[in-house]
């Protein structure tokens, strides 16, 4: 039921009809879908057990180092660097994996 919830705020059509296009919306209602939802809730604690298990240690900086690796396929700048870690070290490594989750260059194709 809750993809079911998921797919509903992100406009997915019905099956029933055939139509070549579909209309698309934008709404406050997405980007606290994508913030909250039990699924992205998921996604962030089993991204951050897999940066635990790959980098071998309970160090931030070597755990935003590869979550930038896998999400953006580059390393962060040194801005996001000292904010991914002030982030971890205040709230804990699975709400940086939310908020990574959350980010426009992941969410967004350009």
Partial sequence: AARVDLMTDFDSPDCVFAAP??????????????????FTMDMAEHLAQRLRRETGS???DAQ?????EL???????DRELTAGVQLIESHGLQA????????????YVN
């Fill in 21 to 38: 296009r579909r209309n698309s919306t934008t709404t406050p209602l997405q980007a606290l879908t994508l913030l909250n939802h039990s």
């Fill in 64 to 68: 935003l180092r590869r979550a930038f």
């Fill in 71 to 77: 999400a953006f396929c580059r390393s962060p700048v």
């Fill in 96 to 107: 940086f994996c939310r908020v990574l989750l959350n980010t426009s260059e992941l969410v």
């Fill in 58 to 60: 309970d160090d931030p």
